[in-house]
């Protein structure tokens, strides 16, 4: 079983940047398609951005599309996900994902690993 885990929530005002951090000990990492998914109140658990085994390919969901970044360093084993221009409507707990399959998937049920989350709440 691949572990992840996730840090760098937390409560920050409309406007400023975060970053949220996913390390693993997986060995194959490198193997893996990586992303972010993120669970609002009252809201399916959607995708935010996911990122190829190389990092050359990246995807992101139109709601955070210039706003967010996802990269990865296969040699510390580690994913970010950089948060600028935060507002309210980000408030949610993040989740960092990954799959073998070489293929990112837009669909929470493409993906076989998940951390546990970690919660990024912005308000006033």
């Known amino acids: 079983q691949v572990q992840l885990v996730e840090s760098g929530g937390g409560l920050v005002q409309p406007g400023d940047s975060l970053t949220l951090s996913c390390v693993t000990s997986?060995?194959?990492?490198?193997?893996?398609?990586v992303g972010w998914f993120r669970q609002r109140p009252d809201y399916e658990r959607e995708f935010v951005a996911g990122?190829?085994?190389?990092?050359?390919?990246?995807y992101y969901a139109d709601a955070v599309k210039g706003r967010f970044t996802v990269s990865r360093d296969n040699t510390r084993r580690t994913v970010l996900l950089q948060m600028t221009n935060l507002t309210p409507g980000d408030t949610a707990v993040y989740f960092c994902?990954?799959?073998?399959?070489?293929?990112?998937?837009?669909?929470?049920?493409?993906?076989?690993?998940w951390g546990q989350g970690t919660q990024v709440t912005v308000s006033a």
């Open positions: 994902v990954a799959d073998r399959t070489g293929r990112v998937r837009f669909n929470r049920h493409g993906w076989d690993f």
């Open positions: 997986e060995r194959d990492f490198g193997d893996y398609v």
């Open positions: 990122l190829s085994e190389s990092g050359d390919n990246s």
